[in-house]
C-alpha cells in the first residue's frame, strides 16, 4: 500500500473545507451536513472520516481557511501606525472605508457565515464555542476592534476627545450597531423584504455609523 503524504492529506482536506464553504454559501450552516458534503465532493462516507471525525471539525478549519483567505489585519496595522500623526476623524473615515470594502465584497461569504455562526452560537452555544476553541487566532473584527477601543481610549486619556457618553457604552454601541448593519444587510440581499431596500447597503449604512460615532465623540463640527 502506498504511503500517505502530508501533502496528499492536506490537498484531501483543502477539497473538503472548500466544499463546506461553497455548501455554507448556499445553505445556512446550521444545515449542512456531513452527507452533503460527501455528495458534493464524492468521496465515501469512510473516505470523509479518515480526514474529520465530524462536521464541527470541518467547519473549524474552514474558519480559519476564511481568516487566511481574507486578512484585514494588515491594513488595520497601516491605519494606526500613524495614529498619532493623523487627526481622529481621519483615522476613523480610513477605518469605516475598511470595514465598508470588507463588508460589501464579502457580504455573501465571510459576513454571510460569520453572522450564521453567530446564530447558532445562540441556539447552540456548546456547539459554537467547541468550533470556536480551536482557532487560536482573532477573527478580523476582533483585531479592528481591539484596535479602535484602545485608540479612543488614548484620546481621551490625552483629553483630544470629550464623548457624550462613556466609552464603555460608545464601544458597545459600535459593535451592536456594526453586527445589527450586518445582519441587516444580509437580510436584505437574501429575501429583499426590508423596506427602503435600496438603502440596506453596507457602504451606505457604514457611513451613517461613522457620522454618528462623530456625534458621539464630539468631533461634529
Known amino acids: 500500500m502506498p504511503k500517505v503524504t502530508e501533502e496528499y492529506i ?4 483543502n477539497i473538503i473545507v472548500h466544499t463546506a464553504y461553497n455548501l455554507c454559501l448556499q ?3 446550521s444545515t449542512v451536513t456531513m452527507q452533503d458534503i460527501i455528495d458534493a465532493t464524492g468521496f465515501s462516507q469512510g473516505g470523509i472520516y479518515r480526514f474529520y471525525k465530524d462536521i464541527d471539525e470541518i467547519f473549524k478549519d474552514m474558519l480559519i481557511a476564511n481568516r487566511q483567505r481574507v486578512n484585514i489585519k494588515l491594513h488595520v496595522d497601516e491605519i494606526f501606525v500613524n495614529a498619532k500623526s493623523e487627526n481622529i476623524k481621519s483615522i476613523l473615515h480610513k477605518v469605516f472605508e475598511l470595514l465598508a470594502d470588507f463588508m460589501t465584497s464579502e457580504l455573501m461569504g ?3 457565515i ?3 455562526f453567530s446564530v447558532l ?7 459554537v ?6 482557532i487560536e487566532e482573532s477573527s478580523n473584527f476582533e483585531y479592528l476592534f481591539t484596535h479602535i477601543s484602545q485608540y479612543l481610549q488614548q484620546c481621551i486619556i490625552n483629553d483630544f476627545l470629550t464623548p457624550k457618553i462613556s466609552i464603555e457604552e460608545l464601544l458597545t454601541y459600535l459593535s451592536t450597531t456594526y453586527n445589527g448593519i450586518e445582519m441587516s444587510c444580509i437580510i436584505n440581499h437574501c429575501y429583499k423584504k426590508l423596506p427602503l431596500t435600496e438603502w440596506y447597503v453596507p457602504r451606505t449604512q457604514l457611513k451613517t ?3 454618528t460615532l462623530y456625534y458621539l465623540l464630539g468631533l461634529e463640527d
Open 27 to 29: 445553505k445556512t450552516v
Open 121 to 127: 452560537s445562540m441556539n447552540d452555544p456548546l456547539r
Open 10 to 13: 492536506r490537498n484531501k482536506k
Open 129 to 134: 464555542e467547541k468550533i470556536l476553541g480551536g
Open 209 to 211: 455609523l461613522e457620522t
Open 114 to 116: 460569520n453572522f450564521e
Open 110 to 112: 465571510i459576513v454571510k
